[in-house]
């Protein structure tokens, strides 16, 4: 129980009711087990759908309609206190996904709007598109080439270090 009660305290619900399964298969009788149970499931469950958002395949949202329809029936409170906030996170992952591959934010936008038709964020929503006119002629070399950053070339043995200054490098980009 002590367990469960950290893992709720620190927002990992599936973790907790998890536990709380774990502990009600020893000691079935200990009706505090049931009750934390009854309390961390609906969260348990939001947590699952906010993870499945923030990672699934258009595919997998499509999926996620019925899941998101059976939370929204059992939890009609939570589910409206959480809508936006749900709407929001598919948002922010069709917005990053269309940064590197505007075919794929656009299907997941589409899944995305069939999960929250109501959102008017979504549906305001637009993904440019991934085609791009092929450049007609080489760019000509410049007369000078601008020197290297100051620093050290990037490596390996720097990785872990994050934005720490010792992780601090640079990529030479030019001839």
Do not use: W
């Amino acid at each position: 129980m002590r367990l469960a009660r950290q893992k709720a305290a620190d927002h990992h619900y599936v973790d907790a009711v998890a536990l709380l399964r774990a502990g009600l298969k020893e000691a079935p009788e200990l009706t505090a087990l049931g009750d934390a149970l009854k309390r961390y499931a609906p969260r348990a469950e939001l947590e699952s759908i906010e993870t499945s958002l923030r990672t699934a395949s258009p595919e997998a949202l499509d999926a996620l309609n019925g899941k998101l329809q059976q939370f929204r029936s059992a939890h009609p409170k939570e589910y409206a206190a959480a809508a936006s906030a749900l709407a929001g996170i598919a948002t922010k992952r069709v917005l990053q996904v269309a940064a590197s591959n505007a075919d794929l934010a656009s299907r997941l936008l589409t899944s995305a709007r069939n999960l929250f038709p109501a959102d008017h964020g979504l549906s305001a929503l637009r993904i440019a598109s991934s085609a791009t006119p092929a450049p007609t002629s080489t760019p000509a070399p410049t007369a000078h080439a601008s020197p290297p950053p100051a620093g050290r070339p990037c490596s390996p043995d720097l990785a872990g270090y994050g934005r720490s200054g010792r992780g601090t490098c640079y990529d030479s980009l030019g001839p």
